[in-house]
């Protein structure tokens, strides 16, 4: 029997650094996802972590500033889920065209 809501593969989560507290990652590894956060500087016992993919983070957060660059998106004029997730594909069409 399977539990409801858990994956069968370890898939990687980026996270922040403000979320790097060990109950967070404990959350995440028993739900099947390896936590990519670096530690603290002052953590006594500290991690190895991922750095290269820890360095997309970047990129996923720039990619979504962007996305907010548009008004629509931004401050959810639509009423309709379908038709908010429908501008936000609209408005990642025209970022990758930029």
Known sequence: MET???QKDIVPLVMDRAY??????YI????????IVPPKSNRKLP???DKELYKLLNEIESLFRCIQAFRRVFCRF???????TGFIHIAL??????
């Open 4 to 6: 409801v809501g858990m």
């Open 20 to 25: 790097e507290d060990y109950y967070t990652r």
């Open 78 to 84: 639509d009423k309709l889920d379908i038709m908010y």
């Open 28 to 35: 995440a590894q028993t739900l099947n996802f390896k936590p």
């Open 47 to 49: 991690w190895k972590y």
């Open 93 to 98: 069409f025209l970022v990758a065209f930029r």
